[in-house]
């Protein structure tokens, strides 16, 4: 089979290819900075592809500089690759094209794709600590109680009491050495330590394809926005990129219901995609934004109040942009004292079960002792 095809499609054939935002967002600035420059875009098209590695997002620029070359506007030759370039992206460069400011607009797209990475990599990289330290813990009590707490166990067989009589170990004791043979492999063992990561992938699966089902993922959706501890971060996170959608949208000239309907579609939560919905009709009747988005519960007062006075105005778009940026910000506040609370507490765990299983062994040289 031909690369192209392998690929996900030649020119003028859809595409199914995807790319990771990194790449997406440096194509984009590339592009901007060629026509800022006054370059005609197949011309540009032709040095990003050029320069581009061989590879799927090569198939599929060769594909869209060969549709532009042959007369095809360019949001229409890259709404044929919907795994690289989505709605929000074409529609964008739909509205440049007819404004005759594709470069403007490419520019907006290029700094609005740069902060929604960034904003996407504080998120990511807060997360790996506590991620990384989690495993270890796990690791660590794991190997503790498979190898290490079973020799005890052996110990305290042959150890008899001062008249000769076997030792009663404490419940304590007990409970940790019955939990240590369910965790062993073998005939003697529970072959716990294959059943628990399998009963947690279930787990895992199970509420996986429970949120595929549109009551699940509601639920799912609406517990992640109330959580403790990580639902405020949640909810900011989608306010704010909420709000640079919307406004860079606008901004660009895409009319506020077609905006709407993007932005909604650019969201995974369902929770949210209800409340712009509600906001989509409250437009259409001939409403303003600010009431239903006030109603959902998602949006503070200071957003909501914004919005309407971005309306009052005719400048929401910057108001919107404006709301992001703080977004943004209180983001990376929140994320820092997020992960400042979880160090210490996952310490703290990890400390108390290694106390416990450590109390738990030497509860009975400590009566023996004492019988002694």
């Known amino acids: 089979m031909p690369p192209k095809a392998a690929a996900g499609g030649g020119p003028g054939q859809p595409s199914r290819v995807r790319v990771s935002e990194k790449v997406l967002t440096e194509f984009t600035s590339n ?4 026509q800022d420059a006054g370059l005609p875009i197949v011309r540009s098209l032709k040095i990003l592809e050029g320069q581009t590695k061989i590879g799927p997002f090569k198939t599929v620029l060769t594909a869209v500089h060969e549709d532009v070359e042959s007369g095809t506007a360019l949001s229409d030759a890259m709404a044929k690759h919907p795994g690289v370039f989505d709605a929000l992206y074409t529609n964008m460069v739909k509205a440049g094209e007819a404004g005759g400011i594709l470069d403007t607009i490419l520019m907006r797209l290029a700094e609005f794709k740069e902060k929604a990475q960034r904003l996407r990599g504080k998120v990511k990289g807060a997360m790996v600590y506590p991620i990384v330290v989690s495993i270890v813990a796990c690791a660590l009590l794991s190997f503790i109680v498979i190898f290490v707490v079973p020799k005890f166990e052996e110990v305290f067989r042959t ?14 004791t007990q409970a940790v050495m019955g939990f240590a043979k369910w965790m062993l492999p073998g005939k003697d063992g529970g072959w716990g330590v294959v059943i628990l990561p399998g009963i947690i992938l279930l787990l895992v ?12 993922r509601r639920t799912v959706d609406g517990l992640l926005l109330r959580a403790p501890l990580f639902g405020p971060v949640t909810k900011m996170t989608l306010v704010a990129r909420f709000a640079r959608t919307l406004g860079t949208l606008i901004s660009s ?8 309907d993007i932005v909604k579609g650019s969201l995974d939560n369902v929770v949210l995609q209800d409340a712009i919905q509600k906001v989509r ?16 519960g998602i949006f503070d007062d200071m957003v909501v109040n914004m919005i309407d006075v971005g309306e009052e105005t005719g400048e929401l778009d910057k ?21 400042s609370i979880l160090e210490p507490t996952l310490i703290v765990f990890m400390g108390v079960a290694v106390g416990t299983i450590v109390f738990a062994i030497f509860m009975p040289m400590l009566q023996i002792i004492q019988g002694l």
Do not use: F, H
């Open 253 to 260: 000239g895409v009319p506020i219901l077609d905006a709407l």
């Open 281 to 296: 009709d409250s437009i259409k009747e001939g409403e303003s934004m600010a009431e239903p988005l006030g109603k959902s």
């Open 31 to 34: 592009l901007a900075v060629l």
């Open 319 to 339: 108001m919107l942009v404006r709301i992001a940026d703080n977004y943004d910000q209180q983001v990376d506040v929140r994320l820092q004292a997020l992960v």
């Open 205 to 216: 699966l199970g509420v996986k394809a429970w949120c595929r089902t549109t009551g699940g």
């Open 159 to 172: 150890i008899q009491g001062p008249k000769g009589q076997k030792i009663e170990l404490p419940a304590l």
